[in-house]
C-alpha cells in the first residue's frame, strides 16, 4: 500500500522529538525511543541516523523548527538514507511538506505500525483488516504533493465529465473500503456464530492480552502444546489463534491469543481489526501478559487497559501473569490473591516464565479454579405461595433438604454457586429476606 524502498535500500533516519506539553513523564526517552527503534527494526529498515530535540509544541508546518530540519536533511544526505520515520502522528500537511523539503519518503508512527502489520497479515481476515486500515489512512494523505492529481479529465465508465483524478481516487477507496466492510461483517457473523456455539457447550473463553513482544504467543505454545509463530519482535503475532484447554479435574476452556497492544495504537487498525478484538472483548477471563523484566512495564499495563476501555473489554476479568521472571535474578513462580486462601481470595497475579516453563501449573492451576465454581449451603424460608421459586431450585437441582414449618412455610436447605444464586435472585418471588441466618430456632429441625 505504501511507496515502500527496495528492501536493499531501506536506510532510516529515525526522528523522536520530547513534545513537552504532551508527555506525562510515565516513559522515559530513552524507554520511547528504544520501543520506536524496535518498531522501525519490526519494519525491515536499517536505522542509520537517529534525531532527537524537544519542543513545547509541534511546529504546525513542519512539526520540527525549520533549524531541526535542516539537521534532519544534512543527516539524509550524509548516510544516503531514502526513508525518514518520525516517532509521531503526522498530519497529512506536515508529511506533504517534510517530503518535499527532505526530497525522500516520510511515514509517521501510524504509518510505521500499519506498514509492520501489513508485513505480517497471514490469514484472508488478517489481510482484508490490514487493508481497510491502510486506505483509512491513506484516504487522507491522497494528495502527496503531485500536482498531476488535480487535473480534470473525463472517462469513459470511469469518471464523470470535468472529475478530478484526485476526486477519482478518493471515490475508488471509498467503494472498496465499503466493500471490505462487507465482507468483515460477514467474517464477523461467523465470528459470533463460534462464540455462540461456544456458549451452548458452556465452553468458557479465555483470551491472552498485552503489550506487544511480552510473550503472549510462547505462553499460548506453553499451556496449548501449540506452535504459533513467536519472536523476539514487535508485533510477531496479527492472525488470532484458538485452541482448546483441558484439565484433569475441571471443565475444558478455550484459549485465544490475540494481537499486541502499544503506546498510541492508531485508532484506524482498531476500528479496522474490531471483529478480531471482539474474541478479547467476549471473553470470560482476560489473562493479561506483563513483561516482568521490562523497567516500563507499568506504563504498558496503562496502555493496555485503556486499549480494552476503548474497546469495551476494561469491565472483564484479569488475572496478570508477569512473564520472563529467568531474567529476574531471585525471582521465583508464585501466586498473589486478593484475600488468603482459607477466606476464598481469588487469584489476582500468577509469576512465571512461558520460556523455561517455570510456574505454569501454578497458572493451570489458577484458570482450573477460576471457573470450578464455589458452592455455599444457604437456608431460605419460602411461603406455599411461591411455587415458581420452588420449582426453580428444583430445576437447579440445588435442594438437599426441606421441611414445612408451623405457619406452613417450608424450609429449604439449598447448596447454591454464584451463578445459582444469581438465577433464583431474577424470580420476583424471591427477596433477601426468605434467607435464614445461621443459628435461628428453624434450624434446629431442618437437617
Not at 81 to 97: M, T
Not at 146 to 154: N, V
Not at 283 to 302: P, T
Amino acid at each position: 500500500m505504501f511507496d515502500r524502498p527496495a528492501k536493499n535500500s531501506e536506510r532510516a533516519i529515525l526522528v523522536h522529538i520530547d513534545i513537552t506539553s504532551e508527555t506525562d513523564g510515565s516513559r522515559s526517552l530513552f524507554g520511547q525511543f528504544e520501543e520506536f527503534k524496535e518498531l522501525s527494526i519490526s519494519a525491515g529498515v536499517t536505522p542509520v541516523g537517529i534525531i532527537t530535540g524537544s519542543r513545547k509544541l509541534p511546529n504546525p508546518k513542519y512539526f520540527v523548527g525549520s533549524g531541526k530540519l535542516e539537521e534532519i536533511k544534512l543527516l539524509v544526505e550524509q548516510e544516503d538514507a531514502q526513508v525518514v520515520l518520525f516517532d509521531h502522528a503526522l498530519s497529512p500537511a506536515q508529511e506533504r511538506n517534510i517530503e518535499k523539503f527532505l526530497e525522500c519518503f516520510v511515514l509517521d508512527r501510524s504509518g510505521l505500525i500499519l506498514d509492520i502489520f501489513s508485513q505480517r497479515a497471514r490469514s484472508h481476515e488478517g489481510r482484508l483488516q490490514v487493508e481497510l486500515a491502510q486506505l483509512k489512512h491513506l484516504s487522507t494523505r491522497l494528495v502527496r504533493g503531485w500536482t498531476h492529481l488535480e487535473r480534470q479529465k473525463g472517462g469513459i465508465g470511469l469518471r464523470g465529465p470535468g472529475e478530478t483524478q484526485l476526486e477519482t481516487d478518493r471515490r475508488l477507496i471509498g467503494a472498496r473500503i465499503k466493500q471490505l466492510n462487507k465482507r468483515l461483517e460477514k467474517v464477523s457473523k461467523r465470528r459470533e456464530q463460534s462464540r455462540r456455539s461456544r456458549r451452548r457447550a458452556e465452553l468458557q473463553t479465555v483470551s491472552l492480552v498485552g503489550y506487544t513482544n511480552a510473550g503472549k504467543s510462547s505462553l499460548f505454545n506453553a499451556l496449548t502444546n501449540s506452535e504459533v509463530y513467536s519472536a523476539d519482535q514487535l508485533f510477531a503475532t496479527l492472525d488470532p489463534t484458538l485452541r482448546r484447554l483441558e484439565f484433569p479435574d475441571a471443565p475444558p476452556l478455550i484459549l485465544a491469543d490475540t494481537v499486541g497492544f502499544i503506546r498510541h495504537l492508531p485508532h484506524q487498525l482498531v476500528t479496522a481489526f474490531q471483529s478480531t478484538l471482539e474474541e478479547t472483548s467476549e471473553a470470560n477471563l482476560l489473562i493479561h501478559i506483563i513483561d516482568a523484566h521490562d523497567e516500563n512495564r507499568h506504563e504498558n499495563i496503562a496502555q493496555v487497559n485503556a486499549v480494552l476501555k476503548e474497546i469495551g473489554a476494561d469491565k472483564i476479568p484479569q488475572i496478570e501473569i508477569y512473564n520472563k521472571i529467568d531474567l529476574l535474578p531471585d525471582q521465583a513462580p508464585h501466586i498473589e490473591r486478593d484475600r488468603s486462601l482459607h477466606e476464598g481470595g481469588q487469584v489476582t497475579r500468577v509469576w512465571l516464565s512461558a520460556k523455561t516453563g517455570e510456574g505454569l501449573d501454578l497458572l493451570r492451576q489458577a484458570l482450573a479454579g477460576y471457573f470450578q465454581p464455589t458452592k455455599e449451603v444457604v437456608y431460605l424460608r419460602i411461603p406455599p405461595t411461591a411455587g415458581q421459586l420452588r420449582a426453580k431450585l428444583y430445576d437447579l437441582g440445588c435442594v438437599l433438604n426441606e421441611r414445612n414449618l408451623d405457619n406452613n412455610d417450608v424450609l429449604f436447605e439449598v447448596e447454591l454457586d454464584c451463578d445459582q444464586y444469581d438465577a433464583i435472585e431474577q424470580q420476583v418471588e424471591f427477596d433477601n429476606s426468605m434467607i435464614v441466618p445461621l443459628g435461628s430456632k428453624h434450624l434446629a429441625g431442618a437437617a
